[in-house]
């Protein structure tokens, strides 16, 4: 780890200049041991021509590394000759001048039974395992580890035939033997040229499940998942997903798989979710492993959906890399818009995309309204692992898909196609994407290409007037985006903006502008925006519109539509573009939930809202939705949601507001919220697809509405379904059902799941979450009771995201608590693990981000927590930073 000793480095995307030495080959001696693991590493490497100034240094960067020896075309250097700090290793130009092809060998060893921040090579149990992106492979060996050096790998493992009988690296197994000692070793070839964070290893007692793949030009492929013993039957699902994966992938984008054999590992202990790394994925075992009585329906869709992310990146991260960490996005932001478009073809695609939002508006939308804003592309970081945001991942999703709107699904195709067969092979640049894209679709793409290097999120505000008597609608459109950390001054963006007009029963209107020869007229089309302001006059609108803005939440914007209450309900009842139904739904609860509060702080009754109440009933009832869409409507605006909302929040009071508007909408749906709850109760085999994951979403929705009536026809189901549940999603809706109930059967629950699954480390972490985000008083005290139970550990990411992630993320009530102890005991651990795992520790801190959004006694609290991270000596630059950032603001 890297602490802080005086104020780091910041990088900066203006300063990238290219490698003054590039890679072409790498021979990789790994000997392991637990504690003493031997790295040889021999790289051949040549003068790169597009290096400015003839620079003759070879700079290696190595995090902590003891160097053993040094050789330089055969001849080995003394100390006396380089020049070596903690992070560098530099032959100076003089012993290679006149030389445009260089070896250099290097031997160094390493602990990774030591090593608890999980990056680089460290173990997981008793498996070797790495994880390089984005600067791990500094701290496996001395290398010019940057995207932008692309190698051809070679790897021999050498270790214990009885501890590591299964050891694999990227590529296709080109040797194996065993050592007169009686070690074993195996070499790996990869033969397509991939930078070093693409580099993996993994070493242990694991277990195979098999299978094969046929791509679309013959070619057979073995597929191979490899898991720790006993978990074999928790598979078949991951492997379902990673063949529909890869025929979604030839036929949607003609991208067929490259190598022979194609692998998954799953592991207990890593600080992310996946890593695409070439030909072997390194999974959390979270995202692997699955069945009806140990996963829920949400991690069967997730293990789906990252399935599909780590495989999409075979072309999108791989075959085209990118040229520095700056352009994460490129490879991010697109495949996680692949993975999307996969998922949305799988499952219902309405239901996906509202999914979507919701979490782009919870994580993203935060981070640009608030002091940790920046661009899609960042012009600056100190550390990179910071980087790995919403920003970067969703927002940067939501560009490639404003420009798959603008183009068109098969200009979009176009586009794709020329990118790769331009930069297969390369390191390529945000620059590189947009030229493609506009090059193959004849457009100028110069003003979209903002959205890269602008932060923050636009607002749009709408008009609308209505002619009866010239039979026109002219809509009046402004978009503005307020100022961001280091970006005061903001322009226009360029953004499709999808739409309809309807009338007051639903029926889509025509949508001709004015100008426009009459004939076969829309009722849904793109405008684009590219102006600070824009006015559509619409003829032939034969009644009074009701505006339909942003369907399919068209652009990442803010919206701001001027409908009034009973304009919201209509499009609630019947607005053809699901996503904007739902929206309509929302805005409406927003509204409801902020007059509720308001209320609150005067301490007058709770009126009631019959008309939402009746509206959301509609939508229960409307047999020709969705059950997913149902589920998803009736749920109401997050606390998190509300706060983006308000000035000077009130934890409490938007606690209560949301109670009240909750329990208002059981007491008048009761009945058919029963009546849903009893008609869709299981019936056969468990399947996870989406059709019955959409009646337990809606079922599991109405139990969470009936609990909270203190009703005999109510009060045991939760107990009841949780006795009788047969699959792991209704048993987790009813445990957290019964958390927040003063109850006897809620401690008998906690303690019958916890005997049940307490050697299940997956399942676990559900039972440590559960009981950290519930909204009872003593919550917190729970949590640091629970920080003392023998099966908690700081030195496992899963479980300190499921209880003090779970806490700090996800129970905005308790964590806020006006005395700040939920603050202090966040600020407690993040200093905790900060000395042994910087990237958890800094992942945690962003639940202090919106701090300056809170009333003044909680704004104060939080900030001095802030203050006393950023004073502790010494700190880590992942926690530094973020803890820098969120003051500065």
């Known amino acids: 780890m890297t602490y802080r000793t005086e104020q780091p480095r910041t990088i900066r995307l203006a300063e990238y200049s290219p490698p003054a030495w590039l890679v072409d080959e790498v021979a990789l001696d790994i000997v392991l041991h637990p504690d003493r693991t031997r790295v040889t590493a021999r790289l051949s490497m040549r003068r790169n021509p597009a290096a400015a100034g003839g620079a003759d240094d070879i700079v290696l960067d190595g995090r902590g590394l003891p160097l053993l020896a040094l050789k330089v075309d055969g001849r080995a250097l003394s100390p006396g000759e380089i020049t070596k700090t903690d992070e560098t290793l530099t032959v100076p130009g003089g012993l290679v001048a006149g030389r445009d092809r260089v070896s250099v060998e290097t031997e160094t060893e390493i602990a990774p039974a030591a090593n608890t921040a999980l990056e680089g090579l460290y173990l997981s149990k008793t498996c070797y395992c790495t994880q390089c992106e984005a600067h791990g492979f500094r701290k496996i060996t001395f290398y010019p580890d940057r995207p932008d050096v692309l190698a051809v790998f070679r790897t021999r493992i050498t270790g214990d035939p009885a501890k590591t009988p299964v050891m694999l690296s990227n590529g296709n197994k080109v040797g194996e033997g065993t050592l007169p000692d009686g070690r074993a070793w195996v070499e790996w070839h990869d033969p397509f040229p991939k930078p070093a964070y693409l580099f993996a290893l993994v070493a242990g007692d694991l277990a195979l499940v098999e299978d094969s793949f046929t791509t679309m030009s013959g070619r057979e ?108 996005c490129l490879k991010e932001g697109l495949t996680v818009f692949r993975d999307q478009q996969f998922s949305a073809d799988m499952r219902s695609a309405p239901v996906k995309r509202i999914e979507d939002v919701r979490a782009l508006r919870a994580r993203q939308f935060p981070e640009d309204a608030g002091p940790l804003a920046h661009p899609v592309r960042p012009e600056a970081y100190i550390e990179i692992n910071n980087f790995y945001t919403a920003t970067v991942y969703e927002k940067g999703s939501e560009l490639c898909r404003m420009l798959h709107l603008l183009l068109g699904a098969e200009g979009f195709r176009k586009g794709t196609d020329l990118y790769f067969d331009r930069h297969d092979g390369e390191a390529a640049t945000v620059e590189d994407f947009i030229a493609a894209m506009a090059e193959a679709n004849g457009r100028d793409l110069s003003q979209f290409a903002r959205w890269y290097s602008q932060a923050g999120t636009p607002v749009v505000s709408a008009a609308g007037t209505y002619d009866a008597d010239a039979r026109t609608y002219t809509l009046d459109v402004r978009q503005t985006t307020r100022p961001t950390p280091g970006q005061p001054a903001k322009s226009p963006m360029h953004m499709p903006m999808r739409m309809g007009l309807v009338g007051e029963d639903g029926t889509p209107l025509p949508l001709r502008l004015q100008g426009e020869e009459q004939g076969d007229t829309p009722t849904d089309r793109v405008l684009e925006l590219t102006g600070e302001s824009h006015r559509f006059v619409f003829e032939g609108v034969d009644r009074r519109p009701i505006p339909s803005l942003f369907r399919g939440f068209s652009a990442p914007v803010r919206l701001e539509t001027g409908l009034g209450e009973a304009e919201d309900l209509k499009l609630l009842a019947a607005d053809p573009d699901p996503f904007n139904r739902w929206e309509a739904g929302q805005r409406h609860g927003r509204r ?100 019955d994951a959409g009646r337990r979403s809606l079922r599991n929705v109405a139990l969470h509405y009936l609990s909270l009536l203190d009703d005999p026809d109510c009060r045991d189901l939760a107990a009841d379904q949780f006795r009788a549940a047969d699959n792991m999603t209704d048993t987790m809706a009813a445990l957290a059902t019964l958390t927040n109930m003063e109850t006897p059967a809620r401690e008998e629950a906690l303690a019958a799941f916890y005997d049940r699954f307490k ?87 962003p639940a202090l981000s919106a701090w300056k959004r809170y009333e003044p006694g909680r704004r104060a609290l939080m900030k001095a927590e802030l203050e006393r991270i950023a004073a502790t000596e010494p700190l880590s630059k992942d926690v530094y930073e973020i803890a820098q950032r969120l003051l500065a603001a």
């Open 592 to 691: 409801r939930l902020l007059a509720l509060m308001g209320e609150a702080l005067v301490q007058k009754p709770f009126s009631g809202d019959p008309d939402f109440c009746e509206g959301l009933g509609a939508v229960l009832a409307d047999e020709a939705l969705d059950p997913a869409f149902k589920a998803l409507a009736l749920q109401m605006p997050t606390a998190h949601a509300i706060v983006q909302e308000v000035t000077d929040a009130d934890p409490d009071a938007i606690f209560a507001a949301r109670q009240a508007l909750q329990a208002e909408i059981a007491s008048h749906l009761k009945a058919p919220l029963l009546a849903a709850y009893e008609r869709l109760s299981g019936a056969g085999d468990y399947s996870p697809d989406a059709a």
């Open 759 to 845: 050697d299940d480390e997956l399942v676990l972490d559900k039972w440590f979450s559960v009981q950290a985000t519930s909204w009872r008083p003593d919550a917190l005290q729970q949590v640091q009771t629970l920080t003392g139970h023998p099966a908690f550990t700081m030195r496992v990411p899963n479980r300190v995201y499921a209880l003090i992630g779970g806490f700090a993320s996800g129970n905005p009530v308790r964590f806020h608590g006006s005395d700040g102890a939920g603050y202090r005991f966040l600020a407690d651990r993040v200093l905790m693990l900060d000395k042994t795992n910087p990237m958890v520790a800094a992942r945690l801190l």
């Open 221 to 328: 492929v073995a597929l191979q998942i490899y898991v720790e013993h006993g978990n074999e039957d928790r598979t078949a699902y991951a492997m379902d997903a990673l063949k529909r994966s890869m025929r979604w992938d030839e036929e949607a984008y003609g991208r067929e798989y490259d190598l022979d054999l194609f692998m998954i590992v799953a592991v207990s202990d890593f600080n992310m979710g996946a890593m695409e790394n070439k030909g072997l994925n390194i999974f959390n075992a979270k995202y692997i492993l699955a069945k009806p009585d140990t996963a829920t329906d949400l991690d069967y869709a997730l293990i789906e959906g990252i399935i599909a992310h780590e495989y999409f990146h075979n072309w999108t991260g791989n075959r085209v890399t990118c040229r520095d960490w700056f352009q994460l």
